[in-house]
């Protein structure tokens, strides 16, 4: 499994029970590889990935001095549940980025 | 671990939200299909009936993943996604729509597959898109269309 700097997964194969699991895993590394590019260099995320009622929720949960942030995204797919969590959060640090540069 | 509280104002995600809206206003429709001689006869069907439409191509699944992230991230998804079944790769378009077919306002399929065929592949759990059977024609293609004409109104 990819391993990315200061980046913490918890995701279950067996409770996710997830034909796709190791090509959701790539892609949830890959974004969250991206997604904490664009954050502190001191920031530490955490990822929780788990299944709900109507498909699965991915929460990202991100800490560092300067910012924090905590948000989630659900779908039918893993995938879209990762697309949705990831375009909030990305919004959450843009928003960030251009309050501090004021 | 306790809940971590959003230490970013709000307010600058009206401006995010501004920009989607325009990015709303452009209706594009991605077409995976890796037999490009198709490629007329689409652009031929949505110039009829909805010339406003932006057609993107993609061959495979992991160039059309590429596209509706692209698309996603940009908060403007594709209004309809088109997809052949039996694409290069490993990855079918019955995959691309498990991923990511909730997305897509309107999804349909086109193969060669016998309808009965392609039922027995679908998990109908979330139901059923819209299938053509090839050989295309500018009519079939054009009812297809039509579904972006149906979702504008």
Redesign the interface.
């Known amino acids: 499994m990819a391993y990315v700097p200061g980046v913490q997964v918890n995701a279950n194969k067996a409770a996710l029970a997830l034909a796709?699991f190791d090509e959701f895993m790539k892609k949830l590394y890959a974004g969250a590889e991206e997604f904490v590019q664009r954050t502190p260099i001191d920031s530490s995320l955490?990822v929780d990935v788990e299944r709900i009622k109507d498909g699965f929720k991915v929460a990202f949960?991100?800490?560092s001095a300067e910012?924090?942030?905590?948000?989630s995204g659900e779908?039918?797919?893993p995938?879209?549940a990762l697309?949705r969590v990831?375009?909030k959060a990305?919004?959450?640090v843009?928003?960030?980025s251009?309050?501090k540069k004021v | 671990?306790q809940?971590?509280?959003?230490?970013?104002?709000?307010?600058?995600?009206f401006?995010?939200e501004g920009r989607r809206e325009r990015a709303h206003a452009e209706m594009r429709v991605l077409i995976v299909e890796d037999d490009l001689t198709l490629q007329p006869l689409w652009e031929r069907a949505f110039k009829t009936k909805n010339p406003a439409v932006k057609l993107d191509w993609a061959t495979s699944v992991s160039e059309a993943e590429k596209l509706i992230?692209l698309r996603?991230?940009r908060?403007a998804p594709y209004e309809l996604i088109i997809s052949d079944i039996f694409l290069e790769g490993n990855a079918t378009g019955v995959?691309l729509w498990?991923?990511?077919?909730?997305?897509a306002l309107n999804f349909a399929f086109v193969s060669g597959l016998p309808v009965s065929k392609y039922e027995l592949m679908m998990s109908l759990d979330?139901g059923c898109p819209t299938y053509l059977k090839k050989p295309l024609t500018l009519q079939k293609c054009e009812e297809i269309a039509d579904l972006t004409c149906v979702s504008e109104a």
Do not use: C
């Open positions: 796709e955490t949960k991100l800490a910012l924090r942030l905590a948000e779908g039918r797919s995938f879209m697309e990831l375009l990305k919004d959450l843009k928003v960030w251009i309050n | 671990m809940a971590l509280q959003t230490s970013i104002p709000r307010k600058g995600l401006e995010l992230h996603f991230s908060g995959d498990n991923r990511y077919g909730e997305e979330f």
